[in-house]
C-alpha cells in the first residue's frame, strides 16, 4: 500500500473521529473540526479546477521544448525548414566573391 493511501485512509479515520467527538458534546473539536474540513474542501476544489501538475514531482514546471536546431554543416544536406516550398522558384541569392565597388 502506498504512503498516500496510507496518509488519506488515516486522514478518513481522524475526521471520523472528530466528528465523534464534536457530536458527543466535546465543542472543543468543533473549530478544528471546521478549519480542516475547510482545508479539504478548499484544496480538492482547486485540484479539481486547475488539475495536478505531472510535472511537479520530477522538480519542472513545464515539458522541455524541442531541441535547437544546429545550422547545417558546410556541404551538408538542406535541413527542410530552408527549402522553398513545392512549386515555388528559390530565393535569390547574394553574388558571391568581395562585395562590388570601387578598389581600393
Known amino acids: 500500500m502506498s504512503f498516500t493511501k496510507v496518509a488519506v485512509w488515516a486522514g478518513v479515520v481522524i475526521f471520523g473521529l472528530m466528528c465523534f467527538l464534536a457530536a458527543i458534546g466535546f465543542t472543543a473539536m468543533i473549530g478544528p473540526l471546521v478549519t480542516v474540513g475547510l482545508l479539504v474542501l478548499l484544496i480538492g476544489g482547486g485540484n479539481l479546477m486547475r488539475g495536478r501538475s505531472p510535472y511537479a514531482a520530477y522538480g519542472r514546471t513545464a515539458p522541455r521544448g524541442p531541441t535547437v536546431a544546429h545550422p ?14 513545392a512549386g515555388q522558384p528559390p530565393a535569390a541569392q547574394p553574388p558571391a566573391g568581395p562585395p562590388a565597388g570601387p578598389d581600393r
Do not use: Y
Not at 544536406?77 to 516550398?85: D, L, R, S, V, Y
Open 72 to 85: 547545417p554543416t558546410e556541404g551538408g544536406p538542406t535541413p527542410p525548414a530552408a527549402q522553398p516550398p
